[in-house]
DNA sequence: GTCTATAGATGGATAGAC
DNA sequence: GTCTATCCATCTATAGAC
């Protein structure tokens, strides 16, 4: 519960905002948007109905920032990563640690043991049910996606560029797809063969996976 | 407009009644579950208020009907496809057909000419969206899905079953990434060069990247 | 069966006391 | 800044006229 971003030990102003972004992360994520009211997120807080309003304006607004900033905090870890591969190879990795840049930052934050578990599934479901204003953020913000594309065009030159941009759509679908309903049905259907709990593993699953796909 | 589950000739019990079920599911193709109100349904369907409650129940009961007879529908077609596939084959059809059967359905409904473009959405969208109910039976109800996963792995028994339902889920990510919205992203993130209307262009890509991902 | 009118419940936002 | 009380809009569902 502890949020990094603001620290909790008084009953300031920061904590009661603090208290109520934190609520809010996890109930829209658990519950869905529209299923989570106001008064839902402030009784979760302990805090009082208005201080939504007070904080963040609106609730919409409230949304809006808490996607903002954990899309930011994403997009900066899979940037370091991917910036430390440019790192290692010259200035060229393979693809292999390219695609891991991208799979392993929402991966590892869904630990079990991790408090930012609930902060990927609020970023997947913000790509499905977000409000106008995120989706519009979603849809024209690509510059982080486009490193990752011209890493990946850059590691196959003989592919052709729309080729290269199709594989990345196929791969961000399997990270999006790292879903708890999702996972629960893959475990219905294995007959528990499949453990959601061996986060390094299904790393290396995908990875394998994307990176022949890749080498099609 | 016109559904082939009922005419439309007359103005029947039956008319309106099929006019409810299009009208909300294009609405809830389009918006969002909980964003479409019963009213904008009875105002696009051209029919009063009280329809949806006289011919479903209930606004919910209506959502699980438009979603039981789609994925019904798909998962027919999808299993007729695979029912080929292992009649070409003495039952052991390779890998890439059987992908064949699980990916070409949803794609060819989202040709854009035709009328099933929504239905394919819909479906996507109670993924992530649907009622309690829904998702109920989207974990539960794997049969069809067992017919994929044991056929993939007659084709591959070289490889640990887990590695199998692990690359299905892959696949089933690949699938469900193909929304309006992410297709507008690839648009902007790749300058125009993906084209969102080659649907048998799609296919083959896909084909391409998860045939070769399974073969790893 | 169809439609109008309305009940009954809920939610977002805000005024105003402290 | 915090909190209570409340306004007002909106929604689902239904009763009852025709």
Redesign the pocket.
């Known amino acids: 519960m502890t949020d990094p971003v603001a620290p909790l030990e008084d009953?300031?102003?920061a904590?009661?905002?603090a208290a109520v972004f934190c609520a809010a992360e996890r109930l829209f994520a658990l519950h869905g948007f529209q299923n989570?009211?106001?008064?839902?997120?402030t009784a979760e807080a302990g805090?009082?109905?208005?201080?939504?309003?007070?904080?963040f304006?609106?609730?919409?607004?409230l949304l809006f920032e808490i996607f903002r900033r954990r899309t930011a905090e994403l997009n900066r870890e899979r940037a370091r990563m991917l910036h430390e591969a440019n790192a290692r190879h010259d200035g060229k990795p393979p693809v292999r640690e390219i695609l891991e840049a991208l799979f392993a930052p929402p991966l590892r934050w869904g630990t079990t043991d991790n408090d930012r578990r609930i902060s990927v599934q609020f970023i997947i479901r913000s790509r499905s049910e977000g409000t106008p204003e995120m989706r519009e953020a979603l849809t024209n913000d690509v510059s982080h996606l486009a490193r990752f594309a011209d890493a990946l065009i850059a590691a196959r030159p003989d592919l052709p560029r729309e080729t290269v941009y199709w594989r990345l759509h196929f791969c961000l679908g399997m990270v999006h797809n790292n879903r708890f309903a999702e996972f629960d049905r893959l475990h219905v259907l294995s007959d528990g063969a499949t453990r959601e709990g061996d986060v390094e593993g299904l790393l290396k699953r995908m990875l394998d996976f994307a990176e022949a796909g890749f080498l099609a």
Chains 1, 2 share one sequence.
């Open positions: 009953n300031t102003e904590a009661t905002k989570v009211s106001v008064r839902d997120i805090v009082n109905l208005a201080s939504v309003n007070y904080h304006g609106s609730k919409d607004a």
